[in-house]
Structures are given as structure tokens and as C-alpha cells.
């Protein structure tokens, strides 16, 4: 099994390890330090021995920081943590502080007097980070100091760096070869005047290389830092070992990690990095060696997430092989659930069971949020054996998931009901649906951005007076990360959609201490057919990519029209099309009663 469930961390270790970083700043002469949950590629997931926010706090959240000061530690959290943070940390000790509702920079001024210093590692933030803190803090007269990291000077059993080894991405899955990618690139890059471009971020770099690996749980990625010239030759920095069972390329060269400082100093200039995604001593390394930098997104960032006609077509298999195995746990869920005793651990296991029948599961793509009851209201909810809940008759259960397959990455979220459902459960999972559909069915003009589509999804929620506090929809890679950027469905998203794009459509509604509902599946974006009289403009709309049934019990359908209906019917027809082939006999009647129109 891919999943463990052991608990990671605990509150009750959080005080003596905060006390030790305390007694390591006042040494230092600062009057605080930042713990950010980053590592050195500024990714959203980290190796073990990066997990430095986890091991000093107990939060355990893919998103958040810690600032440390001398009499307060707080704990930035976004809202899908707001209820997990309380469960996970020393209350006594660390204060939740609403994020991004409050900024750093304003309770740093708030809790410091002036003159104060603050601490940070400039490995584990961007220099846009950094200059809008420095930019903030001014007039506080806070200063910001980059320094050795404090947690590592302080945590006696802290995991090596990860040295799994690189494997070569077929060429046919990915419908371009590596040369072809760093040709493009390289093309972009002498357009620009630039000599090169410093990529940090590991899915760009296994892109661009078509390579895959496994340093991250979940992640198929290599760790490692690449400089790009604009001649298309690549200069790599990891562990060398890793790469044995490559063959040579004449354009590659490896490096070992500590030679990455001393090759960024002999660059000339003008070299691209990306101030959103490069650690702030990238730059730190290049002005003291008087290279100019110039400021550029990431050129690897956009196409990769512009899929070619091969990882779509690809990523729509493994979509089908999936959908399969879901409605397989589908199909035991229903006819085991009703015994009673079937606890969240049972289900997640069983899921990632049947997914691994199918032969070719190289991995879960993320841990399975699995939560009945209450525990479905934690957004971002990780079961544990300590808090291993028993499924109950009138709960809904939430279970969030999604596999690693060498030709596509799936994510897929259903709500369930255990027994009768009530009519409030009801109601709500109906809102939830129809802001679904609402995204699902869209049709829009080529420019138009994740946060236009954002309201879709949330208009039936908000003439009920109600809300979800996380997007609508991120981004999703081709055997890469489940969340990938820069494509989302979201407030804060100000990118144009492109045809090719995958996103999640994952509306919700959580009710703290009662329930959860989530209902998701992957979308890509396309040319959209036109209409009979034609349309003014060019216009996009979706493919749906996630084939599972939503559960009829949980519908009001009184209250959706005709046309949501009529999409959920047309939805479920074809999922019963496409998934009847790949199921045994009694999952296939199973199919069809869960498919049947409304």
C-alpha cells in the first residue's frame, strides 16, 4: 500500500521544540525566525527532511508558515486548516492566525517593536516574497536578515536528502521529445536577450527532460536545480548517481548540488529567474557576482501545462481505467457500508486496492481524504489510526483521491451517504452539484481567466447565504503533480485559460463539527464547438475527464432545472458507456442502477 496512517507529529512536541529555537535565535542576536512549509524548489510538497514547519509546530498542512518571535509563535493558516490547525498544535503555545486575511508583514509590526530583526533561511523563499516583506517592514523598522537555517541547527534526527533514482518519460506519451522542448525553449529565451534561465522548480525540469522519478511522496519527480542556455544545452545539479541509468546526452551535463553557487557565479547576464519560484538566494548569488538578472516567469511553466494532443489523449485513458476502479469501491462501498463496522482506514485501503488490480498504479497521487461525519469538514483531512473514525448511519462520507499512472494523474472527489440521508445533507450536496454542472457546462471567450469561471461554481451556494473557503479548481499535470500551476479556477487566478489546460471543478460545502460535501472532477480546456448560428467570437469550453456516478441519493431534484438534469443524464449515460466494458458483471448492474436518470 502506497498510504500509511500513522500519525506524523504531535502537539505535545511542539513546546520543547520551540523553546530550543528560541534559546538558537537569542544566541543569533534575532528577535525572531520564519518557518515556511517550503524547500529549496519552492514546491508545495516536501521531502521528509523539509517537513521543518510539521516537526517544530504538529501541522501537518501542504500550505502555511510559522513566525516565531520571542513571546508568540504564530501559525499562518488559509481556510481549508482551519479546523485541522486546532487539532494539531499546542494551543498554549501557537496561535492560529488567519491567512492571507492577515498579512505577515502587518503582524509582524503589530507584535514587534522597532528595531526588531527577523530571521530567514533565503533558500526557502522567492525574492518576490522577500522584497514585499523588506517593502512592508520598512516602515516598521523590522529588518530582514537571511541566515543559516535555525530548525536544521536544532533538529538532532533530521532525513537525508532523497537519492531515488531518474527513469526516461516516453516521448510517445508526452508527444514531444526533450530535445525538442529545450530547442523551443532555448528559441524563447534568445527572443527574449536572454542567456539563460535557472529552473528550480522540479516538474518544469523533469518536463522539459522527460524524466520522471521519486524523491517526493505521491510525486513522480526528480529533485534537482537546471540552468538552460539559449544554445538548448542543459546544465543539471543533483546527485549524479541518480541519473546512472540514463543514457548520455551531448546537450546535459551533471553537476553535483554544491556546484550550483559557484556555476550561477560564472553565468553571464541577462539570465532569466523567475521571482515567483526561485529561492531568493538565486539572485542573492548572481548580484554579488555582478551578473544581471532579468525577471521572468518560469519557460517552462506555461507549456507544460498547455497539454499536447498525446498526454490528452493519454491522461483520457488512464481517466477510463480509473473511473473503473472507482466504481468498483463504489460498488463495495454500497453493498459494505450498510453491515456496519467499516471504518475510513477500510475505505481508503479498499480504494487504493482496487486501483492497484488494474496492474499498472505506480502510485496514489496525493493521500486519500477519507472523512466521515465531522471529519469530512476538514478540508484537507489526513486519517490516522488515532483518529480512524467508524462510518454511521445518517452520516455523509467524503472521500477525496486520485492515482499516479505513467499515463495520467487522477483526482476525484464524491460524497456519500451512509444510510438515509437528511434533508439539510441534502440540500446542500444539491447547491454543491448544480455549481458543478454550472462549471462543467460553461462556454467562454479565449481570454477570460479561472476567477471569471469562479462565481459559477459558488452562485448556488451564495443564494443559500453560504461559501467554501478554498478554489474552485487547480491545476493538474500528465503523470506529474496533482496540483500544478499556473492554471486555476480561483479568486486569485488572473491567467487566461488555453486550450489544452487540465483543472479540478471541485465546488464544496463544510459545516465544522457535522459534515462535509465535495464533488470534483477533472476538466481540460478546449476549442468549443460552435453554435448553429455561429459565434461572434473564439470561444473555449470543457471536456470532462472523470468518469464516476454522483450518488442519486443525495439529489433534490426538484430543485436543479431542466438543463443541470439534463447534463447529469447525458454525464451518467456515458459513464456507463465508457466504464461498462472494463467491470465484472455485478459492478456493471451496480453501474447502471447508479447510473439510471434522474
Not at 446 to 473: E, Q
Request: charged share 20%; proline share 8%; aromatic share 8%.
Amino acid at each position: 500500500m502506497f498510504q500509511t496512517y500513522s500519525a506524523t507529529s504531535s502537539p505535545d512536541q511542539g513546546p520543547p521544540r520551540l523553546a530550543s529555537l528560541r534559546a538558537a535565535l537569542a544566541r543569533s542576536g534575532l528577535s525572531g525566525f520564519l518557518v515556511p512549509r517550503a524547500d529549496v524548489h519552492q514546491g508545495e510538497y516536501v521531502a521528509p527532511r523539509d517537513e521543518r514547519l510539521a516537526w517544530l509546530t504538529g501541522f501537518t498542512g501542504s500550505a502555511g508558515f510559522c513566525a516565531v518571535l520571542p513571546k508568540v509563535a504564530g501559525v499562518f493558516i488559509d481556510g481549508r486548516y482551519r479546523v485541522q490547525v486546532k487539532a494539531q498544535v499546542a494551543l498554549d503555545q501557537f496561535t492560529p492566525v488567519p491567512w492571507p486575511e492577515t498579512k505577515l508583514e502587518d503582524w509582524l509590526a503589530e507584535q514587534m517593536p522597532p528595531g526588531g530583526v527577523v530571521g530567514f533561511d533565503p533558500w526557502l523563499h522567492t525574492s518576490q516574497e522577500v522584497d514585499r516583506l523588506e517593502t512592508a517592514l520598512t516602515p516598521a523598522q523590522i529588518t530582514l536578515r537571511p541566515v543559516a537555517n535555525q530548525i536544521d541547527a536544532i533538529w538532532p534526527e533530521q532525513p537525508d536528502r532523497p537519492d531515488a533514482p531518474a527513469m526516461t518519460y516516453p516521448a510517445k506519451l508526452a508527444g514531444m521529445t526533450s530535445g525538442q522542448k529545450r530547442a523551443d525553449i532555448a528559441q524563447a529565451l534568445a527572443k527574449a536577450g536572454h542567456t539563460a534561465a535557472v529552473l528550480t522548480l522540479p516538474d518544469s525540469i523533469c518536463w522539459l527532460l522527460n524524466i520522471r522519478g521519486s524523491d517526493l511522496p505521491h510525486l513522480p519527480v526528480v529533485q534537482t536545480f537546471a540552468i538552460l542556455d539559449r544554445e538548448g544545452h542543459v546544465t543539471l545539479f543533483s546527485d549524479p548517481a541518480k541519473f546512472d541509468g540514463l543514457g548520455p546526452d551531448p546537450d546535459i551535463t551533471l553537476k553535483p548540488w554544491d556546484d550550483f553557487e559557484t556555476v550561477l557565479a560564472g553565468l553571464s547576464g541577462p539570465v532569466r529567474v523567475d521571482p515567483a519560484t526561485a529561492p531568493h538566494k538565486v539572485r542573492m548569488v548572481l548580484d554579488a557576482a555582478g551578473i544581471e538578472v532579468a525577471p521572468g516567469e518560469d519557460p517552462c511553466i506555461l507549456p507544460k501545462a498547455c497539454k499536447t494532443p498525446a498526454e490528452i489523449a493519454a491522461t483520457t485513458t488512464a481517466h477510463i481505467r480509473d473511473g473503473a476502479a472507482f466504481a468498483r469501491f463504489l460498488h463495495w462501498f454500497d453493498e459494505t457500508a450498510p453491515k456496519g463496522g467499516l471504518t475510513e482506514i477500510d475505505c481508503a485501503r479498499a480504494l487504493e486496492g482496487f486501483r492497484a488490480e488494474t496492474g499498472v498504479l505506480r502510485d496514489i497521487s496525493f493521500d486519500t481524504i477519507a472523512g466521515a461525519g465531522a471529519n469530512g469538514a476538514i478540508v484537507h483531512y489526513r486519517v490516522t489510526e488515532q483518529t480512524n473514525a467508524t462510518l454511521t448511519p445518517g452520516q455523509l462520507f467524503l472521500i477525496d483521491s486520485g492515482a499516479q499512472y505513467e499515463d495520467g494523474t487522477t483526482d476525484i472527489t464524491r460524497t456519500l451517504p451512509v444510510g438515509e440521508p437528511g434533508d439539510e445533507e441534502k440540500t446542500a450536496f444539491t447547491q454543491v452539484l448544480r455549481g458543478m454542472i454550472a462549471v462543467s457546462r460553461a462556454r467562454f471567450p479565449k481570454g477570460i481567466a479561472g476567477r471569471d469561471l469562479d462565481s459559477l461554481a459558488r452562485a448556488p451556494l451564495w443564494s443559500a447565504g453560504r461559501d467554501f473557503d478554498h478554489g474552485t479548481g487547480h491545476g493538474v499535470g500528465v503523470y506529474l503533480s496533482v496540483h500544478e500551476g499556473p492554471q486555476r479556477i480561483s479568486r486569485a487566478s488572473t491567467l487566461p485559460l488555453r486550450p489544452g489546460m487540465i483543472l479540478s471543478n471541485e465546488p464544496g460545502y463544510y459545516r465544522e463539527g457535522a459534515f462535509g460535501i465535495r464533488i470534483e472532477n477533472l476538466l481540460v480546456v478546449t476549442e468549443a464547438p460552435s453554435l448553429p448560428g455561429g459565434d461572434d467570437r473564439d470561444m473555449l469550453s470543457f471536456d470532462t475527464l472523470t468518469w464516476a456516478p454522483v450518488d442519486r441519493r443525495l439529489i433534490d431534484a426538484e430543485a436543479m432545472n431542466r438543463d443541470e438534469i439534463g447534463w447529469l443524464n447525458d454525464y451518467h449515460a456515458t459513464i456507463a458507456d465508457k466504464l461498462r466494458p472494463h467491470l465484472p458483471p455485478d459492478t456493471a448492474e451496480w453501474l447502471a442502477r447508479a447510473t439510471a436518470p434522474l
